[in-house]
Nanobody, 117 residues
């Protein structure tokens, strides 16, 4: 069974940092692009950023550019989201996803990130 499991979420003060992890099991995603998304209460899920299969290329939403960094360790089948300078508006459930044939097919259950003032 293919699973993506996010971890590392929690409560942090504005200006603080968190590092999320997304561990895959059931198959290797070393040849797949991976993405991070988030969903705030009452809002639609939105794209945060993505990393290509090799880790060489990344892209980010304008709202997180310069503050969030995505990386991956294919040997561990794990993708990371390093978040710094967190803002109240970063509060959301964060999801990782694996892209298969151009579409995000596999999703984790999400991890809650709450930024307090």
């Amino acid at each position: 069974q293919v699973q993506l499991e996010e971890s590392g979420g929690g409560l942090v003060q504005a200006g603080g940092s968190l590092r999320l992890s997304c561990a895959a099991s059931g198959r290797s995603f070393r040849n797949n692009d991976m993405g991070w998304f988030r969903q705030a209460p009452g809002k639609e899920r939105e794209f945060v950023g993505a990393i290509n299969w090799s880790g060489i290329s990344t892209s980010y939403a304008d709202s997180v550019k310069g503050r969030f960094t995505i990386s991956r360790d294919n040997a561990k089948n794990t993708v990371y989201l390093q978040m710094i300078s967190l803002k109240l508006e970063d509060t959301a459930v964060y999801y990782c996803s694996a892209k298969v044939f151009g579409s995000y097919k596999y999703w984790g259950q999400g991890t809650q990130v709450t930024v307090s003032s």
